[in-house]
């Protein structure tokens, strides 16, 4: 079983939409959770991170971890066009270190 | 913002050779890592290092590859012999330290491509 899981996508929705992307990891000693954005021929620009389950919210985003159901979810609100990029989840170990999802391309339609 | 900067950023070479890939950290980083990201595939570990020294390195991390930092601010990672398979988006990330990132987030670089033919 993969650590991390991830839908690749595509996912395009329309400007101003709800955009929730998701993902579900195996092990349940992980304890950090981080969502990092990347945008074509850049490296991972990181977004958001949360420690065990709860919500955290930063502006239009917000991060979700349910750690009985093992899975993480990144909600964008009034999505912009901007906001067009891959998107990873990403959980630490205990040693430092960060083992991502595949990412998931989103497409946000002017 | 301080950033991560790697060097090249597109570095083409044939099967066989070997090659350097640059990074110089943020200036009070001290843990150092090496990632990579094979077209389409997710972003991979490859090792860490910490007090000049590896401190977890994965199974992609063969005998092929070693990391240094030479000068005290470059972090190179070194791949001897390179094979086709090794083509992929290699990216340096630093972070300040100690502990998690949770509070002190993992910085990437830009990355170098690498593309052996």
């Known amino acids: 079983q993969k650590e991390v899981e991830q839908d690749p996508g595509p996912l395009s929705v329309p400007e101003g939409a709800i955009v929730s992307l998701n993902c579900t990891y195996s092990?349940?000693?992980?304890?950090?959770f981080m969502w990092y954005r990347q945008y074509s021929r850049k490296g991972p620009e990181l977004l958001m991170y949360t420690y065990s389950s709860g919500n955290k919210e930063d502006g239009r985003f917000t991060a979700q971890v349910d750690k009985s159901s093992k899975y993480i979810s990144l909600f964008i609100r009034d999505s912009q066009p901007s906001d067009s990029a891959t998107y990873l989840c990403?959980?630490?170990?205990?040693?430092?270190?960060?083992?991502f999802g595949k990412g998931t391309r989103l497409h946000i339609l002017p | 913002e301080p950033e991560v900067t790697q060097t090249p950023s597109h570095q083409v070479t044939q099967m066989g050779q070997e090659v350097i890939l640059r990074c110089v950290p943020i200036?009070?980083?001290?843990?150092f890592y090496w990632y990579r990201q094979i077209l389409g595939q997710k972003v991979e570990f490859l090792v860490s290092f910490y007090n000049n020294e590896i401190s977890e390195k994965s199974e992609i991390f063969d005998d092929q590859f070693s990391v240094e930092r030479p000068d005290g601010s470059n972090f190179t990672l070194k791949i001897r012999s390179t094979k086709l398979e090794d083509s992929a988006m290699y990216f340096c990330?630093?972070?300040?330290?100690?502990?998690?990132?949770?509070?002190?987030?993992?910085?990437f670089g830009n990355g170098t491509r690498l593309t052996v033919t």
């Open positions: 990330a630093t972070l300040r330290g100690p502990g998690s990132s949770y509070n002190s987030p993992l910085h």
């Open positions: 200036s009070n980083h001290l843990y």
């Open positions: 990403a959980t630490m170990n205990r040693d430092d270190k960060i083992i």
């Open positions: 092990n349940s000693a992980f304890q950090y």
